[in-house]
């Protein structure tokens, strides 16, 4: 007997609050939220009907008439940390326009707080860790104490269920729902991107490291992976759509060398070939040459490296498992097969000085990269960095939308050695020495008249205000 069709919304809450006051605030992403696009596909496949609203794209009054139109039985709210307000008057508006409608909430605050997401928040139910059974499990009409992997409301309280186990073999799930999505509205800065519309693709889940820094309540310390012919299908069906690029939300894209290299090379030998690059970042102790220049072949011109500090100290403090000299490593061979690099660094970290600081500075300035990012560490809460500080009594707030990335850190926490000017001052530094080398600009402006971006790159430069801190 088939089961009753329900009606489902998936909601992507508008990012503008999380990015607001930054300096990344105009490169940010428009991009097909690819959660909502996974968690659709097995609603259909299911035989229910789905729709998503993304408030990036459209208004408030838009969504009113979605909800009146639409009636949905349950009404799904992907969302981070800072955007738990944010979600919670989702929740108000579409509870007022139709009260018989139940409220989803899922992603990574709801799996690491799932009582105090529904405690403060109009949620009925949270979804903790992965959400694409889970989800189905409700929309099924499974009773709720009966669904691993959630926390709900009840007339006794919060209820908080067993955590489902992960996903073994990702090959399971469904293909994306990209058809849910209008892809040609969704526009990514040339700072990040040559050509759109842009799909996020995942061809793995988990990362098996231990950053202290690093939240692991969604995907857990694990590695799991969608099969390298099952990826090489993902791409193509991708640029059947219209995605003219790809970029990769793996934690972990070349965890397993070998993985990365077949799925290269079914890449290459494809009929459809999308640029593509790992924008999450990969590791300098998961790459060699062949790797580099196998992605290189397969259609990927850009890698993202997690580089974080220039002082061997501090990367230790923070476990993250890497060397200054694989970073030297993986950046020459990178550059030897043609790719362009982005490093990633962090600045305040745990065991930071002002010495460890300039240290960072002056490893950035010796790379031969294409472009560096730097943030000032936030404590992302659900990561061990968090739980320490909550333990010595160095967090100062529990307002959420306080923890933005770019944001500034002083109204969140104490760090243990560094008074947050100095921090700020170092912030500051990095982005003028990196950006206002003669070297650099020289280099970026060649680039950007060679690949046609010059006009885009310009007024992207000189719309930020390159003086102010976050």
């Not at 009606?7 to 508008?14: E, F, G, I």
């Given at each position: 007997m088939r089961p009753t069709q329900r009606?489902?919304?998936?909601?992507?809450?508008?990012f503008e609050r999380f990015y607001a006051g930054t300096v990344i605030k105009n490169v940010a992403p428009s991009t097909v939220p690819l959660s909502l696009a996974c968690l659709g596909a097995g609603l259909l496949e299911d035989g229910h009907s789905v729709r998503v609203f993304d408030f990036n794209l459209s208004t408030e009054d838009d969504f009113s008439g979605e909800v009146r139109a639409f009636a949905p039985d349950?009404?799904?709210i992907t969302f981070v940390t800072p955007l738990i307000r944010e979600a919670d008057r989702i929740c108000r508006m579409a509870k007022a326009l139709h009260p018989p409608a139940v409220l989803i909430g899922g992603g990574p605050h709801c799996s690491s707080f799932p009582e105090s997401s529904l405690r403060e928040t109009m949620l009925d139910v949270a979804a903790v860790g992965e959400g694409d059974f889970t989800l189905r499990d409700i929309a099924a009409g499974v009773p709720l104490p009966e669904i691993r992997g959630i926390a709900f409301k009840s007339a006794e309280g919060v209820t908080v269920n067993e955590r489902r186990g992960f996903i073994e073999d990702l090959d399971v799930?469904?293909?994306p729902a990209y058809g849910l999505f209008e892809i040609d509205r969704y526009r990514v800065s040339p700072a990040l991107a040559r050509r759109n519309p842009v799909a996020w693709l995942?061809?793995?889940?988990?990362?098996?490291?231990d950053c202290i820094y690093c939240n692991k309540n969604c995907f857990g310390r694990t590695f799991r992976v969608k099969s390298p012919a099952r990826v090489a299908e993902e791409f193509e069906r991708a640029g059947a759509l219209g995605f003219r690029e790809i970029f990769l939300t793996d934690d972990g894209f070349s965890t397993d060398l070998r993985r990365a290299k077949e799925i290269c090379a079914l890449l290459s030998a494809g009929r459809t070939q999308v640029p593509w690059s790992p924008l999450n970042g990969i590791r300098a102790d998961r790459t060699d040459p062949d790797l580099l220049h196998a992605m290189r072949a397969a259609g990927c011109y850009r890698i993202y490296l997690g580089i974080e500090s220039g002082s061997q100290r501090v990367l230790d403090r923070i476990r993250?498992?890497?060397?200054?000299?694989?970073?030297r490593n993986t950046v020459r061979w990178a550059k030897q097969a043609g790719l362009e690099i982005v490093g990633y660094f962090m600045l305040g970290l745990p065991g930071d000085t002002e010495e460890t600081m300039g240290q960072t500075i002056d490893f950035a300035l010796s790379l031969d990269l294409d472009l560096a990012k730097a943030a000032i560490t936030i404590p992302l809460p659900g990561t061990e960095m968090y739980r320490d500080l909550c333990a010595a009594g160095a967090i100062k707030t529990g307002d959420w939308e306080t923890y933005r990335f770019h944001s500034t850190p002083s109204v969140i926490y104490d760090h243990e050695s560094l008074p947050w000017p100095v921090v700020q001052s170092y912030y500051r530094r990095f982005y003028r020495k990196i950006y206002m080398n003669p070297r650099f600009v020289l280099r970026?402006?060649?680039?950007?008249?060679r690949n046609r971006t010059l006009l885009e790159n310009l007024k992207l430069a000189f719309s930020i205000n390159w003086l102010r801190i976050q």
């Open positions: 009606r489902m919304l998936l909601v992507n809450p508008p349950y009404v799904g799930l469904p293909m995942e061809t793995s889940r988990g990362c098996v490291y993250k498992g890497t060397t200054l000299e694989q970073v970026n402006v060649l680039f950007s008249i």
